[in-house]
C-alpha cells in the first residue's frame, strides 16, 4: 500500500475530544480520511467540509443504545476499511476501534488531556488493542505502562 493510499479515521466524541482531534489534523489531512462520531449538531456542520460518519450516542445505561452503535459500528468499519484509526475517546469509538482493529486497522489511541490523575474508562479498554498509545500526563505511565509520553497536544 503506497503512503497516500492510506485512509485514516479520526474517531472521537464531539467537544474536547474533537478539539484534540483536530490539533493532529496537519498529520492526517494530506491522506483519504473521515471522522466518527455520534449524530448531532456538530456532525452535521462538519458535514458541510469533511467526511463524517456519525452513529447515535452510546447511553451508559441503555442496553439497547449499546446494541445499536455496536452494530453499526461495525457496518462502518466493514464499508469504511480504515487503515489506520486515531482516537482520542470517548466511549462511543470503542466498538468502531475494535472492529476497525479486528479488519486489520493500525490503532492509535491518545488519552484525554483532561485526565491528569486517573484514566478514562474508553483508555483502559483500548489499550489492548492500541498499536501506539498516547498520554499526555506521565503519571498515566503507572497505569499505561507501554504508552508513550511525549506532552500535551496544546
Known sequence: MSENKIK?????????????????????????????TFCGGLAVEMKKTSRVRAIPNIVRRNPLSWIIGAVLSGYIAVVERPDVVISTGAGIVVFFCVFAKLLGAKLIFIESMARIERPTLTAKMLYPFADLFFVQWPGLLNFFPKAKYTGRLF
Not at 478539539?19 to 496537519?26: E, G, N, R, S, Y
Open 8 to 36: 485514516i479515521c479520526i474517531a472521537c466524541s464531539t467537544g474536547g475530544h474533537l478539539v484534540q482531534a483536530k490539533q493532529l489534523l496537519p498529520v492526517y489531512e494530506r491522506y483519504d480520511h473521515f471522522y466518527f
